[in-house]
């Protein structure tokens, strides 16, 4: 079983959606979280970083950490055509290395 | 004043060829990584090196060789290349091994 599952889809919604992307982890030390998106031939780019439980926004973008259910998730208000990319989870435990999901590529379509 | 640095972007080379990839940060890290990228976007670590002390060495083929002559470098050298070496190589670094990390754009190397 992998450390962390992240559903690749593709996922294509329309501009202003709320966008809903997922990772369950099996880890229950996991503690730190981390939201990369990548853009076509870019490397990846840091969005949130969030630590334990809990939610926490910057903009149209809210992180959100279940421990319990080892269940994240990032949530995407008013989508616009520049977030179609590939978003990346990845999370570690306390003193360990970080393991990333596969990705979830999006297409916010005008 | 690009925070981490690959050269080359692109490289394509024959099979058997050795060849290396640069990596430079300048936002004064101690730790820094590589990473390949498969074609299904999935980001495997190979190795990490905290001021130049290899501190990750994942099951990697002893082909690959990284390199840290200071902590603001770190090289990746390949040899006797394979058609599976093909992907996408990323640099990346971080203040130290627990904090979040930060990427370079890339090496999309191709094998013929």
């Known amino acids: 079983q992998k450390e962390v599952e992240q559903d690749p889809g593709p996922l294509s919604v329309p501009e202003g959606a709320i966008v809903s992307l997922n990772c369950t982890y099996s880890n229950s030390a996991f503690q730190y979280f981390m939201w990369y998106r990548q853009y076509s031939r870019k490397g990846p780019e840091l969005l949130m970083y969030t630590y334990s439980s809990g939610n926490k926004e910057d903009g149209r973008f809210t992180a959100q950490v279940d421990k319990s259910s080892k269940y994240i998730s990032l949530f995407i208000r008013d989508s616009q055509p520049s977030d179609s990319a590939t978003y990346l989870c990845a999370m570690r435990a306390a003193g360990n290395q970080f393991y990333f999901g596969t990705g979830t590529s999006l297409t916010v379509i005008p | 004043d690009t925070a981490v640095s690959q050269t080359p972007k692109y490289l394509v080379t024959q099979m058997g060829n050795d060849k290396s990839i640069k990596c430079e940060q300048n936002?004064?890290?101690?730790?820094m990584y590589w990473y390949k990228q498969d074609s299904k976007k999935f980001l495997k670590i190979m190795f990490s090196y905290n001021n130049k002390e290899l501190i990750i060495n994942e099951t990697v083929p002893n082909r690959f060789s990284p390199k840290s002559p200071d902590k603001a470098h770190l090289n990746l050298h390949i040899n006797s290349l394979e058609l599976g070496d093909s992907a996408v190589y990323f640099c990346?670094?971080?203040?130290?091994?627990?904090?979040?990390?930060?990427f370079g754009p890339g090496t999309r190397l191709t094998v013929l």
């Open positions: 990346a670094s971080s203040q130290d091994r627990y904090n979040e990390q930060f």
């Open positions: 936002l004064g890290h101690d730790t």
